[in-house]
């Protein structure tokens, strides 16, 4: 492996975690399971190990971020989650937050020193 190509994986890494949240947010307006989430962000371009959502999901649930309930009317019972309306707040806030950086980084790379 390149310098290169190992550094880019350890940024690429750091760029991501920062990302997925507002991800996961995104697409919690109507209720979701972890297995769902994990396909529906893949299908999106935004590619979530379940060993990183999971845990994700507990976090923001704690945070008061999001409300759950299980449903055990199906053979397998899911944990489904929703953002609640404190989540639903921060969501929208964190929307205004990234066009805001995307804007300014867009800047910034468009008109780069050298």
């Given at each position: 492996?390149?310098?290169?190509?190992?550094?880019?994986?350890?940024l690429m890494q750091?760029?991501?975690?920062?990302?997925?949240?507002i991800g996961v947010l995104s697409q919690l307006s109507e209720p979701q399971y972890g297995y769902s989430l994990?396909?529906?962000l893949g299908d999106k371009g935004i590619h979530v190990?379940?060993?990183t959502l999971?845990?994700?999901l507990r976090r923001l649930e704690k945070?008061?971020?999001?409300?759950?309930k299980w449903d055990t009317n199906?053979?397998?019972p899911r944990k489904y989650y929703l953002l609640s309306e404190t989540g639903k707040e921060v969501f929208d806030l964190l929307v205004v937050e990234w066009r805001s950086i995307v804007q300014s980084m867009n800047h910034v790379i468009e008109n780069k020193g050298g």
């Open positions: 492996m390149s310098d290169a190509t190992e550094h880019m994986d350890k750091e760029l991501r975690r920062g990302t997925i949240t994990v396909t529906m190990e379940p060993g999971y845990p994700l945070q008061g971020l999001l409300d759950s199906e053979s397998r």
